[in-house]
Nanobody, 127 residues
Framework: QVPLVESGGGLVQAGGSLRLSCAAS????????MGWFRQAPGKEREFVAA????????GYADSVKGRFTISRNNAKNTVYLQMNSLKPEDTAVYYC????????????????????WGQGTQATVSS
């Protein structure tokens, strides 16, 4: 088990920023590729961003490229999602996900790639 706890959600106006954090337990956090997904009301959960366990490779959904940045601090067992230039359509519950991997420079963008999930944090962007 890898308990994941997200934080940092909230209410922000369009054009504003939020920084989400996901804290993980476990001594081998550095062996886990991490991802962020989101789910808006009435919609399916969708991929937002992912990072390899080395931190050397990242991937983003087209809808957030250039606005969101994923990063990680393995010493703090934490992954971050910096969200800038937020739009009302970014409103969703954001979920952190983790999967163990031996590939240090591989990230994963499919829901089914991940084994562990956090409880989610709500981000609301008003127009």
């Amino acid at each position: 088990q890898v308990p994941l706890v997200e934080s940092g959600g909230g209410l922000v106006q369009a054009g504003g920023s939020l920084r989400l954090s996901c804290a993980a337990s476990g001594r081998t956090f550095s062996m886990y590729a991490m991802g962020w997904f989101r789910q808006a009301p009435g919609k399916e959960r969708e991929f937002v961003a992912a990072i390899s366990w080395s931190g050397g490779r990242t991937g983003y959904a087209d809808s957030v490229k250039g606005r969101f940045t994923i990063s990680r601090n393995n010493a703090k067992n934490t992954v971050y999602l910096q969200m800038n230039s937020l739009k009302p359509e970014d409103t969703a519950v954001y979920y952190c996900a983790a999967r163990q991997t031996s590939f240090m420079d591989t990230y994963y963008s499919e829901y089914s790639d991940y084994r562990y999930w956090g409880q989610g944090t709500q981000a609301t962007v008003s127009s």
